[in-house]
């Protein structure tokens, strides 16, 4: 006897649903368990994510490698993974790696200008519209980063600038000293590598102020240094986190 036409589709949906709720509701779940369970996968997997080395005011702890910066939640926070969403043509963006620029130049007493960046560490962008032009970022009574353009003298910002925005290269140099892993975050906002360039800016502080010497705490670096992905993708990294559990162990 055949089955009517609407009948038969009902009972075919059913037969689907009830095979993809066994496969992928039960089967799959079950199959990642017990690979999970398999010798060298059932790990700690703390070192993944990354975390801010930092005292109860937020500032760096000299004998502390630092991570690169995280857009996640208040930093590195599991639960707000993601990244800021802000473009590289984004002046909010380019303000802001101004500030962490010259912050890490700072502290790793090396210089942090780079290019469209002004010496105070903020945006080196002008507001310029047909009666003035204004420096965006700096607040009267700052002093302007440049003190003309186009013949025009430039003025400190008083309120929401208006005009046209024009970010201005400066002097700095084509490859500044501090990494560009030191001043922008990561896709996931959990990473906790950083590259091999920005380890070893830190590695003169870290050996100071743990009273080290620096060919020490350099094996080290070296040591949790991991190469290309798949030996091909992406570029050698060091894992942060594991770096200084190595130092405090050592």
């Known amino acids: 006897m055949r089955l009517p036409a609407w009948l038969a589709q009902h009972l075919a949906a059913l037969r689907a649903l009830v ?11 079950l199959l990642m368990v017990a690979a999970a369970r398999l010798p060298g996968l059932n790990r700690d997997h ?39 969403n802000l473009g590289p043509e984004n002046l909010k963006l380019l303000n ?8 890490v130049g700072e ?16 945006a080196a962008v002008l507001a310029v519209s047909p009666d003035r032009v204004v420096s965006a ?9 440049v003190a003309s353009y186009q013949g025009r003298a430039v003025e400190c910002a008083t309120g929401e600038p208006g005009g046209a925005l024009v970010a201005i ?3 700095a140099p084509d490859h500044p000293a501090v990494p560009a892993d030191a001043v922008t975050a990561s896709g996931s906002g959990l ?56 130092l405090d162990r050592s």
């Open 46 to 84: 703390r070192d993944l994510i990354g975390q801010s080395f930092v005292d109860g005011q937020g500032q760096p702890l000299r004998q502390y490698f630092q991570s690169r910066p995280s857009a996640a939640g208040d930093g590195y926070d599991p639960t707000s993974t993601g990244a800021s």
């Open 191 to 246: 990473d906790p590598h950083i590259s091999v360039a920005y380890a070893n800016l830190q590695v003169p502080r870290v050996a100071q102020a743990r009273n080290r010497s620096e060919a020490d705490v350099r094996r080290l670096v070296d040591e949790h240094t991991g190469g290309r992905t798949l030996g091909f993708i992406g570029e050698p990294a060091v894992n942060v986190l594991e770096l200084n559990l190595a």
């Open 96 to 103: 802001l790696v101004c500030e962490r620029s010259k912050a």
């Open 169 to 171: 290269r400066g002097d």
């Open 137 to 145: 970022y700096q607040a009267c009574p700052a002093v302007p980063f």
């Open 19 to 29: 095979l993809l709720t066994v496969v992928l509701g039960l089967a799959y779940p």
């Open 107 to 122: 502290l790793e007493r090396v210089d942090g200008a780079r290019p469209y960046c002004a010496p105070d560490g903020h």
